[in-house]
């Protein structure tokens, strides 16, 4: 815009001299030099104004440096009849090759317009270059002028590629301005008594002139379109966001509704695709609902995150650029951005992907703030929906500890006489092998009455003292125990464990219980499977003992409710459902955690965290 007001100011200046002319004198050639000047660069500073190169300061100085300069001095020289062709012809070389430069960097690569154009400058340039070495100026200015103000014809419809009366009407009139010089030339040449208004030569300038007010008017009123256009879209996103939200907090589960809210992202913002990434129980997330995206980009995006964590979130928002508060640009080739779900209490539950803008580079700031709002909204009702969920769990547990407390004392009484009595048979027995069968009897019974005892210790919600045991060993004997099973069903089962672990803050036959339980639950998992393995890793982290068991299996149907009690995916008969939820209990009570995860495509991982006994011991001597 400023160029155009800079280009009108030297066609203004043309009109001006003209009307201080006068016949004769120096001042005369003063003003016609003058004239001519500003008329010429004027065509000089449109051209430059309608390439690429204007919306850079570096490359836009260096044009009008370069084609400006030489240009002006020409007008100044042929004027004032400097007798110099070497030097005027040098100037337009400098023109002519300047022009043929700056059109081939138009495009990067350059295009067949590109090289059009750099031949119509050197050409041109050419034949006005013979002229003046002659001794002839005049074919030089008409060409600037025919050259400079036809080629903005073209620019201008580069420009605006659209068939709105403004940009018509500017093209056309560039063309026509252009036009005039040489057939204004033609006629005087081979009509010489033709007579033709002046004013006639003007009118391309008016056409000029009034289109580009009715582009500039063209432009506000896009621009005004386009604001109404997103205000209208900015209101239907938080109307379907709305709609969410009321949903959310009547008590419809978060992770059923992903794939709804990443529809209502794509439906009413610039956004043209969305994922919803969760995370776990850990911080481990899955894609939990989708929308834009083919087959081929949802698989591609899947596998992209199939390693994602919290923490994996949180380096790629570091290294990302800020688009507002709680929003981060990612990613090169393809604008992308994340908005991490972090409730009010600053824990962090996921994500939410945005991709493909539809028609805007990046999404403007009222809207990013309006998906900010709407993530955090969403982050604290997940964890909501997380505490209620444990807060249920809870009490089924307790109804569950109740229930195990009243059969735990019915136990106990026939389990004392069991042992008693095989006490009594191990001292009457002569025989050594009989009394080694009773011997292993009565420890078997001492094992389950300090399983019993440990249930009732948590029906009774007791805080023992801390205890410790070997993991290596403890995970050896279970693994024993279901050995013959394991060779039977043909399961391969792969034992890594790091050396040198510490021993974790839980006692032995709890231990041993939760582990048996949930290879059990793997092995009962793999059992029809194709492929039947199982993968137990244990390593150290942090102030813990991390143990993953990994199976080959369909895994969980329902993950959110497989810790409950009493829940089971297993025949009738096989499964009471409570093996997990006594795991939960156990890991509780010891100051651990479990959690549960599905692989892709099929598998499942159950994640055992144990807290290392030295820990809790220095933990227990600090209270």
């Known amino acids: 815009m400023r160029l155009w007001i800079g280009a009108w100011a030297l066609v203004f200046l043309h009109f001006f001299v003209q009307a201080f002319e006068t016949q004769s004198g120096t001042i005369e050639r003063i003003f016609e030099s003058v004239d ?12 430059v104004s309608l390439t690429k190169a204007a919306e850079d300061r570096v490359r836009r100085v260096a044009m009008l440096a370069i084609l400006a300069v030489p240009t002006a001095f020409h007008a100044f020289a042929i004027t004032f009849d400097w007798h110099a062709p070497w030097v005027l012809a040098s100037a337009l070389a400098f023109v002519a090759a300047g022009g043929a430069v700056f059109a081939l960097l138009e495009s990067n690569p350059p295009v067949v317009a590109d090289f059009l154009a750099a031949a119509a400058f050197l050409g041109t340039g050419f034949w006005a270059i013979r002229d003046q070495l002659r001794g002839s100026p005049d074919f030089a200015v008409n060409a600037i002028l025919t050259i400079s103000f036809g080629i903005c014809g073209f ?87 709305a709609l969410i939200s009321s949903r959310l907090l009547a008590g419809k ?39 834009g995206l083919t087959a081929a980009e949802l698989e591609k995006l899947r596998k992209r995150s199939s390693e994602w964590t919290i923490e994996t979130v949180e380096r790629m928002c570091e290294e990302g650029t800020p688009m507002g508060t709680n929003s981060f640009a990612i990613g090169d080739a393809e604008h992308e951005i994340l908005i991490p779900l972090v409730s009010c209490r600053g824990s962090k539950v ?19 703030v309006k998906l900010e709002m709407f993530a955090s909204d969403l982050a604290v009702t997940i964890e909501n929906a997380r505490l209620h969920h444990r807060l249920v769990r809870s009490e089924k547990l307790a109804a569950l500890g109740q229930l195990v407390a009243g059969v735990a004392h019915e136990l106990n009484n026939p389990l004392t006489g069991i042992m008693g009595y095989a006490e009594l048979l191990g001292e009457e027995a002569d025989d050594e092998s009989a009394r080694k069968r009773i011997e292993k009897l009565a420890n078997e019974g001492r094992r389950m009455k300090r399983i019993v005892d440990g249930l009732l210790r948590f029906a009774r919600q007791s805080n023992p003292a801390a205890r410790s045991a070997d993991l290596g060993v403890a995970l050896r004997d279970v693994i024993h125990l279901r050995e013959y099973h394991l060779r039977k069903l043909g399961i391969r089962l792969e034992i890594n464990v790091e050396k040198d672990l510490p021993s974790v803050a839980i006692g032995e036959d709890e231990l041993k219980q939760v582990l048996l339980n949930v290879l059990n639950n793997a092995i009962d998992a793999v059992e029809e499977s194709a492929r039947r393995e199982i993968r137990v890793s244990a390593s150290r982290k942090g102030g813990s003992v991390m143990v993953q068991m990994d199976d080959s299996g369909p895994g969980f149907p329902e993950i959110t409710r497989a810790l409950d009690p009493f829940y089971t995916t297993k025949p009738v008969g096989k499964g009471t459902g409570l093996g997990l939820s006594i795991c939960y209990g156990i890991m509780q009570e010891c100051g651990g955690e479990i959690s549960l995860a599905n692989k892709e495509p099929y598998g499942a991982r159950v994640d055992l965290e144990f807290p290392a006994a030295h820990v809790q011991s220095d933990a227990l001597a600090h209270a």
Request: hydrophobic share 50%; glycine share 10%.
């Open 350 to 368: 996921g994500c939410i992907w945005l991709g493909g803008t539809q028609g805007a580079p990046s999404a403007g700031h009222s809207e990013m």
């Open 253 to 291: 589960d978060p992770t059923a509704l992903c794939g709804e809210i990443a529809a209502a992202i794509t439906d009413a913002s610039s956004f043209g695709r969305a994922a919803l990434f969760v995370a776990a129980d850990r911080s481990a997330l899955h894609l939990a609902g989708s929308s």
């Open 36 to 47: 001519l000047a500003a008329l010429e660069l004027s065509g000089v500073v449109f051209a």
């Open 155 to 241: 620019l201008y419809w580069l420009r605006y590629p659209r068939r709105s009366p403004g940009v018509v009407v500017v093209a056309g009139g560039f063309l026509c301005w252009g036009a005039v010089f040489p057939i204004a030339n033609a006629l005087a040449y081979y009509m010489p008594k033709l007579t033709v208004n002046p004013e006639l030569w003007n009118a391309p300038k008016f056409f000029v002139a009034f289109g580009m007010v009715l582009t500039v008017v063209e432009e506000k009123s896009r621009i005004i379109q386009g604001a109404s256009a997103r205000e209208r879209a900015e209101n239907r996103l938080l109307s379907g966001l």
